[in-house]
């Protein structure tokens, strides 16, 4: 069967590798599923294993086999548990975003139960809605809030469409690139900036009658450190949401001003597989949230070195690129 294998700095190839055998129990003591993905779609934070970046410091090539896919739907080809049957059509999420095989064996614990309502395509979008729903149950008191989200790639947009369900007053979107904020009024956004023509902090004061936002998301992460924008973008008392994944360090951030604010940050990561995943699923599928705007690419597994290029590159306005495994032409 073919897998991923980065072998060099932006430069990954299909090899074949040996089937998968489902044997017992897996490493955390859960029934396992044995996995046949047909739909994924490239996540920002499967980047750094392509472009060869963790924290501020170049990484070793190759990488370990299966790097890197984490958002995945398919079919359960075997199971030696109850909670799904074989041939069910599920999401699961791989450990350490090692799921770039075309079979491979994971936990009944990170996999859900696919909703037959919407497109396939959208319910892959579940995976990282489900991230930002927990990251949200985490801020009190969202009703009428004015939120600025840093960031309009797809998690940013994710988040203007959620807060925009959520009955956020002000969904002000944040962006050096004007293609994507063309994207995020129809995500739920109540108004754009663009920082890379305008001062950030005066537009968004301007937006909010001199006020500044209750809430400001980060949702760049990486190599783009914002956090001292959303410092500066947070009103006295504010809060802060620390979405993107950040490297190790993140240096020169201005914490005094931080701390002259009075400023609450949050964290976010590694979501409720009973809660966070299903709950995005049953928004999608009864349409409480249009995921369709943010898929803007699609490829089949051969074009796989495209996919990541045109993803790296946020080329033609990529913002959701998906990526078809040839199971699912077989369905």
């Known amino acids: 069967m073919l897998a991923g294998h980065i072998v060099a700095h932006q430069r990954i ?28 779609c490239l996540c920002g934070s499967d980047l750094p294993f392509f472009d060869g970046e963790f924290n501020g410091e170049p990484t070793e090539f190759p990488r370990d086999v299966g790097h890197s896919l984490h ?37 009944e614990n990170r996999t859900i139960h696919l909703d ?10 579940a995976q990282p809605l489900g991230t930002v729903i927990y990251a949200l149950r985490k801020i009190p008191h969202l009703l009428d809030m004015n939120v600025a989200v840093v960031g309009q790639g797809p998690i940013g947009q994710l988040f203007n469409a959620a807060l925009h369900n959520l009955g956020v007053r002000e969904v002000i979107g944040i962006d050096l690139l004007e293609s994507r904020l ?42 783009d450190q914002t956090l001292n924008l959303c410092i500066e973008l947070s009103r006295k ?13 993140i240096h020169d951030v201005n914490w005094h001003k931080l701390w002259r ?48 290029e045109v993803f790296l590159n946020r080329t033609d ?8 495994f040839p199971a699912a032409s077989q369905q």
């Open 116 to 125: 037959d309502r919407p497109h396939p395509e959208h319910a892959l979008i």
């Open 237 to 249: 008392f504010g809060q802060i949401l620390y979405f993107g994944v950040p490297p190790e360090q």
């Open 71 to 107: 958002e995945m739907i398919g079919r359960v080809v075997d199971t030696n548990g109850t909670k799904f049957h074989k041939e069910e059509q599920v999401l699961t999420v791989p450990v350490d975003q090692l799921g770039f095989f075309e079979r491979y064996c994971n936990s």
């Open 13 to 40: 190839e299909l090899i074949d590798i040996p089937e998968p055998q489902l044997n017992g129990l897996g490493p955390d003591g859960a029934p396992q599923i044995l996995f046949e993905p047909h739909y994924t």
């Open 261 to 308: 604010k009075n400023l609450t940050v949050y964290t976010s990561v590694e979501p409720d597989f009973d809660r966070d995943f299903p709950l995005a699923m049953r928004w999608i599928s009864e349409g409480r949230i249009d995921v369709s705007p943010i898929i803007t690419h699609r490829f089949p597994l051969e074009k796989i070195q495209e996919a990541y």
């Open 182 to 223: 063309k994207t995020s009024p129809r995500m739920g956004a109540t108004a754009t900036v663009c920082n890379a023509v305008e001062d950030p902090v005066s537009a968004v004061q301007r937006i909010l009658g001199g006020e500044l936002p209750d809430l400001v998301i980060e949702a760049v992460g990486h190599k």
């Open 317 to 324: 306005g990529a913002l959701k690129v998906l990526v078809e």
